[in-house]
């Protein structure tokens, strides 16, 4: 206990210093930009862009007419079809093969092959799409499987990141990612690698 | 009582490996490589210097008002449930961390990448107190294996080529010997990792950007593994130097479409990962705000703009020293163009070379993302080494003749005459011996027969 306050202690000693530090000399400041749309890239075509650009960082996309179509794509894949466990976070288009709610711990999510998730919008600019973590029972789900799908609408589609942020506002959720094309590394000799941690393969459903 | 070490100089750290068979050039390309990405990228923006000039706006902004960023940053992520810890130095960080990971009695923790960490020495100290501590990025990994530090902010082992990389998996991993296959090797650390993210008990990652606005932090990273180490353990543990701040969530805009573009020439990282709070009610989010040494730089009006730094790394890949010469040759945590800046403000003797290691070409300057005038600060350093006498004796007595000769007309026209006469009778190993560093690599020019002075006396009046 003494010890703990002691810590206590030199933590509110030491961020007295630094903000002492930081407050002793004044510094002028020209204030903070804000970006003017009309100087920042627009797509005539931002499904055609953010497509194209998702493709060139590894991912695959598919258009869907109807969510349950993914089903059928992905069955033709055969690291789909021969998959034991698949959560799906998107009923309407792939059923999963255990209840996850199920599961407490993260750590058991280790044997899973697939992940379907459910993405919020898609940025044209990068093939970013936005998953926010409070439609996820646990986020390692996103990291853990050995293969994701993420489902999103293909008419919410923002034209950079600016817009992205906006769109997001105020985050309301502990946490939130982009997500653009599948895990690599190129940290041997330069080499692009897919499937460094996360998962191997991307693929992106864009339904109506 | 500290030991102290010897210092070496640059050109003296980076010969093994310039002279190491055809190491320097191939480093060199694969440097090139990823600036030629940045290049690809960067001119597909329109915008993209009007990006740079927000960046360095927003940045000039936030270090302007750091503390009062900090202290909104502060509330905001304490209301979230977050903890927020201050250290003031890299000691204070390492027993800062060190007390969490003692308070829920942890051994084993999974590292993502952060050269905060590495600034802090945190690895040996926690190592050095019973933990266990795995680091997840692949070259980051590689590196640890290997005992050796990282040479590169953003790509840790790009001074390894793939078959040492095979040889260090086949001493600790047990893959084939001989293997070099980049595909085989990086299945093999997935493999070997995946069972240390399930074991790892605390996961710590560093920070790309801490929002004061909103009190939450983004990481950004193309592995995964950053995302892996924080969603799998109860306790994730941020390390953030101050300066890491911004002031607004949408400013993010403007340095996601920085940062990957200007690092490797991608788009934007695979994974941008917003942690806002602890991740659940079971769950400890902490983060660890670090000084060392960074406000006493805001301090200082030449050098303060290296506070922008968001750690991408396109001042290496494009600087014609660091790719030839190797990022350890800088001997600092940070190496190339900002490390050279960044080093000597915290021991200006140990890292007096470093402003030397440069061609003064500006490179660095041009694609750098928050505009840094990188190399206008090398240069001023070079000045404040001279104004802290530091320069070596050779430079002190050469620099003190150069002004001599430069201020006396007299003196000037004779040594002109002396270098025109001499060079035509010195023999070549008079001027080229081990003592004249300066001819190493170099010819001297052929003797003219008269000087400019005489030839404008004798055609223009």
Redesign the interface.
Known sequence: MKEMLQ?NE???K??R???D???V?D???????T?DES???HFDDPLGAFVA?LE??GGAVHMLDNPHEATDILNQIDVFASAERVVSLVPEAVQSSFDVSQIKD??DL?AVDWTIAKGEFA?A????IWIDGQAMP???L???AQYLAIVVSRREIVH???????R?G??K???????????????????L?L?????RALQVFLTP | MSVTLPIIDHPTAAKPFVTNGDRSPWHDKALWFVRGKRDKQASTVGEWEYLRSMASQIKTATIANLGNYLVEFERNATALGATVHWAADAEEHNQIVLQILRDHDTKRIVKSKSMLTEECGLNHFLEDNGVDVVDTDLGERIVQLRDETPSHIVLPAIHLKKEEVGETFHEHLGTDKGAADPKYLAEAARGHLRSKFLAGEVGITGVNFGIAETGGFVVCTNEGNADLGASLPRVHIACMGIEKLIPRFQDLGVFTRLLARSATGQPITAYTSHFHGPRDRNSELHIVLVDNGRSKLRHNSEFREALHCIRCGACMNTCPVYRRSGGHSYQATIPGPIGSVLSPTRDSIKHKSLPYACSLCGSCTDVCPVKIPLHHQLLAWRKEIGKQGLLSYDKRISMKAASLLFRNAKVFSLAGWLGRTSLRFLPHWATHHRFNTWTIARELPEPPKESFRHWYAKNRK
């Not at chain 1, 510094?27 to 930009?33: D, K, M, Q």
């Not at chain 1, 499937?195 to 998962?199: I, L, S, T, V």
């Open positions: 810590q030199s933590i509110t030491s961020r210093a630094i903000l530090r930081l407050m000399m510094i002028s400041s020209p204030g903070l930009p970006p100087m920042l890239t650009m060139s960082v993260p750590h280790s940025v600019e990068n093939g970013a646990h986020r390692a996103l990291f853990i950079h990141m600016h817009q992205a942020y906006a997001i105020t985050p959720s502990p946490f939130g990612v982009f997500v653009s094309g599948p895990s690599k590394t190129a940290d041997i000799e330069q080499s690698v499937g460094a941690h996360g998962c």
